[in-house]
């Protein structure tokens, strides 16, 4: 068994939450300057030449890319060979959250009782936490700092399995549509498609992630994937909802098997601020 | 004088504003917001229609105010501001009639409102503007100072007074009733069957 210390998870979360809210993903770069070359309407090419401006000013000058620095989102994919010593893991990582979000000047947006008291943390905890169980001896920390903005916008549903892609199709664009402004277009739109209601939603947070210009190995799926970028951008609805042709800088789906009687589909909704830092220990 | 027109397509406006320069902001204009401001969001706005609705006095004079709906991040020791962009404006739907009738004339935020709130608007002679969300660092350099002046207890979502200078903005719904989002949309749509996108004068306009 390869040991490793909660004092370094709690360190490297902590790392990984400032460089997240501070530091846009090169893909997510690559992929705000390719639409800002081909839009065309003026004020959402102002706009998007305005996110430009921001992602450098952030970095340079160390102000959060976004005051909403999110629920603090974890993905954990931890190696079975794995022994982690000195304390709880869980516990690790909250630690690692509080430090990142009050020595980096980040912003505390969690709220204890969500119905009543609605008091907050102070210092952005409870952490969202997943895990996965994988062959190995490593560890993989991917912090995923999540408006509530966008997050807000997500949807599910679960379809007749004979209503197919075509549901699909209408339920991605008809949920666009009506979300508007609210997520800040340009948008990662993250899809997860079969499994059950509470893995469907997963596989779309996941899918954010897995980076703008990628597309998913399966062909029929990748299809889909540019079918829906394309008619997506069709809508109009454009950088913060002003009229253009950039409304999503990626649609990307992940899938898994389904049982016989159900089609379920979850949309996660990330705003063009899509933010995520990992690392392996 | 409050309101000056910078150029055809941008003004720049300091509180107070009257209801006479409501009146000349549009659609699509860009507006260049300079002076003090107040901050509220969700728990502020919860906090001071209750206390509105109890016949109370709320605790800044909101008549001609602009108040920005943004939860900062807390400024690094040195530095003016935080991360300053603006929040969902849709949530403060439900308190801005309210607002509105109190004498706020100008709101900033993100996103779609309401019917409810539009139809506010022209009744009460007050504009909606939409300040880029996510662009909160770069946002943040037009603040030149931040201060609480109430609801201490409520952290990030406290009222704050914010001093700006040319602080960019877009009108999105403006008092006589025309909403940027749904003729934005539209004009795009509409251009785009034609195969090229022609710009009207009023809702795309050049840089600010």
New interface residues.
């Given amino acids: 068994m390869r040991e490793i210390h909660v004092d370094v998870i709690q360190e490297t979360i902590a790392r990984l939450c400032v460089d997240a809210t501070h530091r846009l993903p090169v893909d997510v770069r690559e992929g705000l300057l390719g639409a800002a070359a081909t839009e065309?309407?003026?004020?959402a090419q102002?706009?998007l030449?305005?996110?430009i401006?921001?992602?450098e000013?952030?970095e340079r000058?160390?102000?959060?890319?976004?005051?909403?620095?999110g629920t603090a989102v974890v993905f954990v994919e931890l190696g079975q060979d794995v022994h982690v010593v000195g304390g709880s893991l869980e516990d690790a990582i909250n630690a690692g959250v509080a430090r990142g979000y009050q020595e980096g000047?980040?912003?505390?947006?969690i709220v204890t009782h969500p119905l009543s008291t609605?008091q907050?943390t102070?210092n952005n905890t409870p952490a969202v936490v997943h895990y996965e169980i994988v062959p190995g001896d490593r560890l993989h920390l991917t912090v995923l700092p999540k408006?509530?903005?966008c997050e807000?916008m997500s949807r599910f549903a679960n379809f007749l399995p004979r209503a197919g892609k075509d549901a699909i199709i209408e339920f991605v664009l008809r949920t666009v549509e009506e979300v508007?402004?609210?997520?800040?277009p340009p948008l990662v739109i993250g899809i997860g498609i079969g499994g059950t209601a509470e893995f469907a939603m997963g596989l779309a947070k996941k899918a954010i992630f897995r980076g703008v210009g990628s597309q998913n190995a399966d062909p029929e799926v990748a299809a889909l994937e540019r079918e829906l970028y394309t008619k997506v951008n069709?809508?109009?609805?454009?950088p913060?909802?002003?009229?253009?042709?950039t409304t999503a800088l990626a649609v990307n789906i992940l899938m898994h098997p389904t049982h016989i009687a159900s089609l379920p589909v979850g949309i996660n909704i990330q705003?063009?601020?899509a933010r995520s830092q990992e690392a392996v220990l | 004088m409050t309101i000056e027109r910078v150029n055809e397509h941008t003004v720049r406006i300091s509180p107070l504003i009257t209801e006479e320069e409501v009146r000349q902001l549009h659609i699509g204009d860009h507006v260049l917001v300079s002076g003090a401001i107040y901050t509220a969001r969700d728990a502020a706005h919860k906090r001071m229609v209750d206390t509105l609705e109890a016949g109370g006095a709320l605790p800044i004079d909101v008549r001609g105010q602009l108040i920005y709906y943004v939860g900062p991040t807390p400024a690094r020791p040195g530095r003016v501001s935080g991360a300053v962009g603006p929040t969902t404006s849709m949530r403060m739907d439900p308190f801005t009639p309210r607002m509105l009738a109190a004498g706020m004339k100008v709101c900033m935020g993100k996103g779609n409102r309401g019917a409810e709130v539009r139809q506010a608007l022209q009744q009460y002679t007050g504009v909606y503007l939409m300040a880029v969300g996510g662009a909160a660092a770069m946002l943040s350099l037009f603040i030149r100072s931040i201060e609480v002046v109430a609801y201490e207890d409520l952290g990030t979502e406290s009222i704050k007074r914010m001093v700006v200078e040319d602080f960019p903005a877009i009108v999105m719904d403006d008092c006589y009733g025309r909403d940027l989002l749904t003729e934005g949309r539209k004009q795009y749509r509409d251009q785009a069957t034609l195969g090229s996108y022609v710009p009207s004068d009023r809702i795309v306009v050049s840089a600010g």
Avoid: E, W, Y
């Fill in positions: 065309k309407a003026p004020l102002k706009i030449t305005d996110l401006s921001n992602f000013i952030a000058q160390m102000v959060p890319l976004c005051q909403d620095t000047f980040l912003r505390a947006s609605r907050n102070k408006g509530a903005g807000n508007g402004g609210n997520p800040c069709a809508l109009g609805v454009g913060q909802a002003v009229g253009g042709s705003c063009h601020s």
